[in-house]
């Protein structure tokens, strides 16, 4: 419940500020979506895991300078091999363990709502038409909403009040690298995703790392 109170209270701040300064100058909404290639900065064995995301920005030019920004949805994660451990418990002690199934693949997913300030410079323009290229830098900050695990055919989906221990930090911090060609009202992007803090809530120590492309869409 406090993770939805931070989130709305942003939400509502950030978008009451953008539409007023909206009112007050020459700017354009852009809605974004796309997929990411995700995986973990961690000491374990891994695979890249597919995810997506899906948001709308607020975009201030200010000559060949450009800030956006706005809330966007994403989905990470990574694929790993796990052991399914059986415990034996006596007394509230783990008097015996065994392992029922060995390496089997796992799907861990990660859902955040992000805050971002895309910063970037048109490096190349065109006189005739409005196309450019831009490179990017972007610092993000994103909100945990919840966690999900698959193993094979079994499902576990966390949500904001579930009763088991977190696995996941409630704050993502990262910052992202990337270019785009805008062409018209469309502006295809790709980038690399870089996590800067631990995630883990237990003693394993891991970092959001992804490599995103997409598509944007602006609203004049």
């Known amino acids: 419940m406090k993770r939805l109170c931070f989130i709305l209270s942003i939400s509502v701040a950030f978008f009451t500020n953008s539409i007023v300064s909206v009112a007050q100058s020459k700017s354009n909404f852009v809605v974004k979506a796309g997929a990411n290639i995700n995986y973990f900065?961690?000491?374990?064995?891994?695979?890249?895991?597919?995810?997506?995301h899906l948001g709308g920005l607020f975009s201030?030019?200010?000559?060949?300078?450009?800030?956006?920004?706005?809330?966007?949805y994403i989905k990470r994660g990574t694929r790993t091999l796990?052991?399914?451990?059986?415990y034996t418990v006596e007394n509230h002690e783990i008097i015996d363990e065994r392992i029922?199934?060995?390496?089997?693949?796992?799907?861990?997913?990660?859902?955040?709502?992000?805050?971002?300030?895309?910063?970037?410079?048109?490096?190349?323009?065109?006189?005739?038409?409005?196309?450019?290229?831009?490179?990017?830098?972007?610092?993000?900050?994103?909100v945990y909403i919840s966690?999900?695990?698959?193993?094979?055919?079994?499902?576990?989906?966390?949500?904001?009040?579930?009763?088991?221990?977190?696995?996941?930090?409630?704050?993502?911090?990262?910052?992202?690298?990337?270019?785009?060609?805008?062409?018209?009202?469309?502006?295809p992007y790709a980038g690399y995703d870089i996590g800067i803090n631990d995630i883990a809530a237990n003693h394993y120590e891991i970092r959001n790392r992804s490599v995103y492309l997409g598509l944007g869409y602006y609203i004049h």
Request: proline share 3%.
């Open 41 to 52: 900065d961690a000491n374990f064995k891994q695979r890249s895991n597919l995810g997506y």
């Open 60 to 72: 201030f030019n200010l000559n060949s300078f450009r800030i956006q920004s706005g809330l966007i």
């Open 82 to 86: 796990l052991q399914e451990v059986m």
């Open 100 to 142: 029922v199934h060995e390496d089997y693949d796992s799907r861990m997913v990660v859902n955040y709502i992000e805050i971002p300030l895309n910063l970037s410079l048109k490096v190349v323009g065109f006189r005739n038409n409005n196309n450019e290229v831009r490179l990017h830098v972007e610092p993000a900050l994103g």
């Open 147 to 187: 966690d999900q695990i698959k193993r094979g055919n079994d499902k576990r989906v966390f949500l904001l009040n579930h009763e088991e221990p977190n696995y996941y930090e409630e704050l993502n911090i990262g910052i992202k690298f990337g270019a785009s060609f805008k062409v018209g009202q469309f502006e």
